[in-house]
């Protein structure tokens, strides 16, 4: 791969990755606030790759020819070649010889370079699903641990729309004291539970989606049945003291008590 390879690739690369954070592609991968620096990083890769090939590309410089004290051309058979001239020979050989071996060293890299465009085409070409029920299955709840936490009231509305991590939260480490007999109504997907009825789930990130982790509601009264995996939800319900294990991490797993529920298509944003 020689260095004009090399910016073509390294330009796709840099493409490819200010496509994806001037969509919403991005937000498979990280989480909403780093799209600044996504691409910031895209146009430095992009500005990289043209600075790159314009120095590859430009015309080359006349090369000026040296000449001797008396004005004439210091040729192979001039007075610095030497008496007899050997030394002209062997110089302009190991010069020619080794100017095409810097050359082709600086050039060229090595082959495997190209594997860089496996994550340009897989930027341009694939959109992979966020994480799901699959991961859920695989994964503890976010929630190991005990902590001590002080909630503010819940936002004004019935019901009051909050996230799941957030009622998770209130609902184990405050025992619902801030949420009461209120309504509260929330969005997450569908994932199987430990004993196969469904649970309610949303995946959180602290950066990215390599270190996604599930945050898992059990769920009772009006619970969604028939429905498969992955599929997105709103329910609104009522908070219940019960309390569920996780048999990947033995977690503790909220419940809500759910009073109504209905189908509604996957947010924009499918990270917590």
């Known amino acids: 791969m ?4 090399q910016a073509v690739v390294l330009l796709l690369l840099g493409g490819a990755v200010v496509r994806a954070s001037v969509t919403d592609l991005y937000l498979r991968y990280v989480k909403e606030g780093l799209r600044p620096f996504l ?9 990289a790759a043209v600075l790159t090939l314009w120095h590859e590309l430009r015309p080359a410089r006349p090369s000026t020819e040296h000449t001797g004290p008396t004005g004439d051309l210091a ?10 001239g050997e030394h002209a020979g062997p110089t302009a050989e190991h010069a020619e010889g080794g100017d095409g071996h810097d050359h082709d060293h600086d050039h060229h890299g090595p082959r495997i370079g190209w594997l860089l465009l496996l994550p340009v085409l897989g930027l341009l070409l694939v959109a992979p699903p966020a994480l799901g029920s699959y991961s859920v299955g695989q994964a503890g709840s976010a929630l190991a641990g005990s902590r001590q936490s002080d909630y ?3 936002p004004p509305g019935d019901p009051a729309p909050v996230t799941v991590l957030d009622y ?33 789930a949303r995946m959180v990130l602290s ?5 996604g982790r599930p945050v898992k509601l059990g769920l ?14 709103e329910v609104i319900g009522r908070y219940t003291d019960r309390v569920g294990r996780d048999p990947v ?5 909220p419940y809500l008590a759910v009073e109504s529920w209905r189908r509604v298509p996957a947010p924009r944003n499918p990270y917590e």
């Open 2 to 5: 020689n260095r004009q390879a």
């Open 39 to 47: 691409i910031a990083a895209g146009l430095v890769l992009i500005a």
């Open 75 to 84: 040729g192979p058979t001039g007075e610095h070649a030497g008496p007899t």
């Open 152 to 154: 503010p009231p819940l």
């Open 168 to 200: 998770a939260s209130r609902a184990l480490f405050e025992k619902g004291v801030s949420i009461g007999d209120r309504r509260v109504r929330l969005t997450g997907f569908i994932a199987p539970g430990p004993d196969g009825r469904p649970i309610l």
């Open 207 to 211: 950066c990215c989606a390599a270190d």
């Open 220 to 233: 009772t009264g009006d619970v969604p049945v028939g429905l498969a995996d992955d599929t997105w939800v």
């Open 249 to 253: 991490d033995d977690a503790e797993i």
